[in-house]
């Protein structure tokens, strides 16, 4: 694949992104971008360099239109992306799922709403935030819900608000009762594939099988994602030392956890892995983003970063990979094995300040100290 054509028409994409308003690149410009990449690669495979050149005719159309209503609505004060109720029917089924499978694995109702509202695509994330904000507000549930109601007017939302309310009033497993909805909810709502990625997530960390419609999307995106390449080295172990600072500070965290056997080994692996693949910067983000999705779709730790190791030419990345995989094969402390190739790192590839905003998150979301280079 040439890695050049699909480089630029990712960056030329990114740029057209910034003509939307701020509030619609932040719910939305993520998903948008994965969209087109993902179309890109597909056009690539089916009709080479002209494929894809024919399908920038119908995005710049698109883009387009969208941007024009996008910074009307903007000026006017409106959210488009809360007042469609079409597309929040749509992913209601897929988000009841995860609810139904969040408590039934003993999640607390708070806990799920965290979930959804963190994981899960815009508009029901920013929805689902809104119940979340309330109930760590000290605001009562039925309050909650009600608002709930409030900032997304959905029929089928009603019902699903009535099986809470139902379960508040006589008891019974609210998992097994929401789960009986979620294919009537489906069949009248639908199902919106931009939700099975966080839907495999969360299948893989609470042990739940997946659903027909979630199952079957899975090699197909795993194979596309497959085709992306790094193209540019240098940045990427550049950016390594540092990424594997989060990656050890991450996994020592949760090791307190691991003594009293609240977490597995590989998850802890797991968590840190998807913590380096949130806010770090690119080509790093996108490398750890597909790792994360390999480990997700149920190819596991040592699959995953075997892939990783063969899809990426670095000689960095070859070594890390290689800690990893020897703890895979003969134990030991994951953190402590990773710790000696920050500085290694460091001294043969550098260190980019592009990382450090990243990094000084993640340090205060672990309360643990910043390298001084990130201060």
């Known amino acids: 694949m040439s890695v050049k054509v699909l480089s630029i028409s990712d960056w030329c994409y990114q740029a057209l992104l910034r003509a939307y308003p701020r509030r ?20 690539y495979r089916t009709a080479g360099t002209g494929g894809v050149m024919r ?49 039934l694995a003993g999640y607390s109702l708070e806990m799920v709403f965290e979930v959804l509202s963190k994981e899960v695509p815009e508009p029901s994330r920013s929805v689902f935030k809104r119940v ?35 379960k508040q009033k006589v008891g019974g497993n609210l998992g097994e009762m929401l789960l009986v909805s979620v294919e009537r909810l489906i069949q009248l709502g639908g199902s919106d594939p931009a939700d099975y990625a966080p839907m495999r997530k969360l299948a893989w960390q609470v ?17 596309a994602e497959r085709d992306y390449g790094v193209n ?14 989060m990656l050890f500070s991450t996994y020592l965290t949760d090791e307190i956890w691991l003594k009293f056997g609240e977490l597995r080994t590989d998850y802890a692996l797991y968590r840190a892995v998807y913590q380096v693949s949130l806010e770090t910067p690119e080509p790093t983000r996108s490398v750890f983003k597909q790792l994360d999705q390999d480990i997700v779709t149920g190819m596991g730790i040592k699959a995953a970063f075997t892939n990783l190791r063969n899809d990426v030419p670095s000689r960095l990345v070859s070594e890390l990979v290689g800690v990893i995989l020897e703890q895979q094969e003969h134990g030991g402390n994951t953190g402590l094995m990773l710790k000696p190739l920050v500085e290694k790192f460091i001294q043969e590839a550098g260190s980019d300040p592009a990382m450090y905003p990243a990094m000084r998150s993640l340090a205060k979301l672990l309360d643990v100290p910043v390298p001084d280079r990130a201060k």
């Open 132 to 166: 979340y904000d309330d109930l760590c507000s000290g605001t009562g549930l039925e309050t909650a819900l009600a608002n709930l109601q409030k900032a997304m007017p959905s029929r089928l939302l009603g019902k699903v608000i009535e099986v809470i309310q139902t």
């Open 24 to 43: 619609f690149r932040r719910r939305f410009g993520v998903e948008m971008g994965q969209v087109f990449r993902s179309s890109c690669r597909s056009a």
């Open 232 to 245: 540019d080295i240098a940045a990427l172990d550049r950016q390594l030392g540092d990424a594997v600072w």
């Open 207 to 223: 042990g739940a099988p997946l659903p027909d419609r979630a199952r079957e999307a899975e090699q197909e995106s795993s194979e």
């Open 55 to 103: 399908l920038w005719l119908p995005a710049l159309w698109d883009w387009t239109l969208t941007a024009i209503r996008e910074q009307v609505s903007s000026l006017l004060g409106k959210e488009w992306g809360m007042d469609d109720t079409r597309i929040f029917d749509r992913q209601l089924g897929d988000m009841v799922w995860m609810m139904s499978m969040g408590l």
